[in-house]
Nanobody, 115 residues
Framework: QVQLVESGGGLVQAGGSLRLSCAAS????????MGWYRQAPGRQRELVAD???????RYSDAVKGRFTISRDNAKNTVFLQMNSLEPEDTGVYYC?????????WGQGTQVTVSS
């Protein structure tokens, strides 16, 4: 089993920045990809960005060029640097980790961007 704990959410004005962190514990040696998803009120959860164990990344078109995902394998932590935030980025951000046995989710952290 893998446990994920997110931190770093909050309230920010449009144009501002936030940095999210997600620390993994438990059976971390089996983790492959890690990523961030978000869910806005009334909408489905969607991929924001993810990163493989080797460092390959992918981003949704909505955040490309504004957000950067990174990973510290030694500390079992994944980060999401969010710049030029827009009100449309508001939502609960969830960390996800995949291993051969399945996938795991964190409890989520709220990000609110005011206009």
């Amino acid at each position: 089993q893998v446990q994920l704990v997110e931190s770093g959410g909050g309230l920010v004005q449009a144009g501002g920045s936030l940095r999210l962190s997600c620390a993994a514990s438990g059976s971390i040696f089996k983790i492959n990809a890690m990523g961030w998803y978000r869910q806005a009120p009334g909408r489905q959860r969607e991929l924001v960005a993810d990163i493989s164990r080797g460092g390959s990344t992918r981003y949704s078109d909505a955040v490309k060029g504004r957000f950067t995902i990174s990973r510290d394998n030694a500390k079992n932590t994944v980060f999401l640097q969010m710049n030029s935030l827009e009100p449309e980025d508001t939502g609960v951000y969830y960390c996800k980790a995949d291993d051969s046995g399945g996938n795991y989710w964190g409890q989520g952290t709220q990000v609110t961007v005011s206009s």
